[in-house]
């Protein structure tokens, strides 16, 4: 495995090969660039329907089709805002999608075979720029280029994760030479040396995400920031899903889509494929089992791949090196770590928070994720899977 084979980098992880302010996209996406640039105004006004009401049908459907991959992930980054920002901009959910909106987030969903509405990757992976483009991609070197309502808060929970996303290249381009030394028999002392390196990157990421609360408040997140990334699956407030004016394929039936969630990132299912980490079945599992289809394709394909050619569990159980051992369970740890780093947020971010609100399921996460009596579960699960 080579990870160039899947559009990704060491530098970069799952993040974008560019970054989204150097792409130039066609005229007629002109009148909803500038409103998806303005958004922040819009949503202030009170009546953000008002406005998207108002932008033309670009008819992209043909464009999407052949149109550089690059232009068409930065058009859904675009238009995904708008379409969260039309259902969550205003007290109560339309039933309906305007066909303006609908027709152009359904014919890029088909070119990235994702769902039409906001994916982690549109909020995340591509979703971002430097401002000093000759250094690195740190916290203090990167922006959110498309904002919602805007502000710190809501900047620094994207930034985080994309700070996050780009330490995890390492993880990534370790995982194929590891498949690769696994499957050839190779020197046990490389394998150590790369699963160490791999645990030194799972120490950057962590000081990554311990920044999170430095910038983002969990009050501020649940009720300014989340609200307008949630899905319309499993939703109380859009019973049946929602409808899509215009695009003939749903026969005007509801649709149901599981919103954005940082459980959409590849990275722990990549680290499970890699070190052959199994969970029982129980509904967080069939979540994040139906959310491998929102990811973008090549990300799919990566750990599909790993979890078919990984044979590096077997590597270590059968080799004779104590200190292979060490290091493979180190990093299994890590994995643990993050898993209870998440636990941790998920309290006091959600948790915490929705429980104080009348209606609210404070065991629903992000995107429906059934999470506090099952995060737990997986943690334990994955730290139970030592050599």
């Avoid at 696994?182 to 799972?202: K, Q, R, S, T, V």
């Amino acid at each position: 495995m080579e990870i160039s084979t899947y559009g990704m980098s060491r530098e970069r992880g799952f993040l974008s090969h560019y970054e989204i302010d150097d792409i130039t996209l066609p005229e007629r996406i002109d009148d909803a660039l500038d409103a998806a640039q303005n958004l922040s105004g819009l949503l202030s006004s009170g009546r953000i329907r008002h406005w998207l009401d108002r932008l033309p049908d670009p008819e992209i459907a043909e464009w999407a089709k052949t149109a550089p991959e690059e232009q068409v992930r930065t058009a859904m980054v675009h238009y995904s805002f708008l379409v969260q920002a039309y259902v969550w901009g205003e007290a109560t959910p339309p039933i309906h999608l305007p066909q303006n909106l609908a027709k152009p987030i359904v014919a890029l969903g088909e070119r990235l075979d994702q769902a039409p509405l906001l994916p982690y990757s549109a909020y995340v992976l591509d979703n971002w720029a430097r401002l000093d483009k000759s250094a690195p991609i740190t916290l203090d070197n990167i922006r959110m280029v498309q904002n919602f309502s805007g502000g710190d808060d809501e900047n620094w929970f994207v930034l985080v994760h994309v700070a996050i996303e780009a330490e995890a290249g390492v993880l990534l381009d370790n995982a194929c030479k590891l498949v690769w030394l696994a499957a050839n028999e190779g020197d046990p002392a490389d394998a150590e040396h790369l699963l160490l390196d791999m645990h030194a990157a799972w120490e950057r990421i962590y000081d990554s995400f311990a920044r999170m609360p430095e910038r983002c408040d969990p009050y501020v997140y649940f009720h300014r920031v989340r609200p307008y990334i949630h899905g319309w699956a499993n939703n109380p407030a859009l019973d049946g899903g929602l409808i899509y004016q215009g695009v003939d394929k749903f026969g005007g039936k509801p649709q149901a889509f599981r919103g954005q969630t940082g459980s959409q990132s590849s990275i722990v299912p990549a680290m499970d494929a890699l070190f052959q980490v199994h969970h029982s079945d129980d509904p967080l599992k069939c979540f994040l089992d139906e959310l491998h289809a929102y990811r973008p394709i090549e990300h799919r394909r990566f750990i599909e791949d790993l979890a078919q050619r990984s044979r590096l569990r077997s590597y270590v159980a059968e080799s004779d090196n104590s200190d292979l051992r060490s290091a493979f369970n180190a990093c299994l740890e890590q994995t643990t770590r993050f898993r209870t780093r998440h636990l941790e947020y998920a309290a006091s971010y959600i948790n915490k928070q929705a429980g104080s609100i009348a209606g609210n399921d404070p065991d629903v996460g992000t995107g429906g994720t059934p999470f506090m009596r099952y995060l737990k579960k997986h943690r334990d699960e994955n730290r139970d899977q030592t050599v």
